[in-house]
């Protein structure tokens, strides 16, 4: 399945609303059937081929946002991603609840 493009669309709009240092977000890739969106060249997070987006968020994180709001651990195959979530496109259905998502996977590569 591709990429819901409408979604990297809206993500790219909560970017552009982020006061980013020095501009350093810019660079999107496409990867895994996905679009990547990278940061000094490390994906922040991805609008997912699977629907919705992955998020980076920090292994603590991770666990801790599984446990308390929708998101999901992030599975490659048999593999779960550690310090990475999925949210359901379900979930993102409002702007500030998507730039909520977007500005948690910036700030991880902080």
Do not use: C, N
């Amino acid at each position: 399945m591709a990429y819901d493009e409408t979604l990297a669309t809206r993500v790219r709009a909560a970017l552009d609303g982020l006061p980013i240092a020095g501009g350093r977000l810019g660079a999107e890739k496409a990867m895994f059937g996905g679009l990547a969106f990278l940061l000094d060249g490390s994906m922040a997070l991805a609008v997912s081929g699977q629907g919705g987006i992955m998020v980076r968020v920090g292994a603590g994180a991770a666990r801790e946002l599984v446990a308390s709001t929708p998101a999901e651990p992030v599975e490659m195959g048999t593999r779960v991603m550690g310090g990475w979530v999925r949210v359901a496109a379900e979930h993102l259905t409002h702007d500030d609840e998507l730039s909520a998502w977007v500005a948690r996977g910036v700030a991880a590569l902080d």
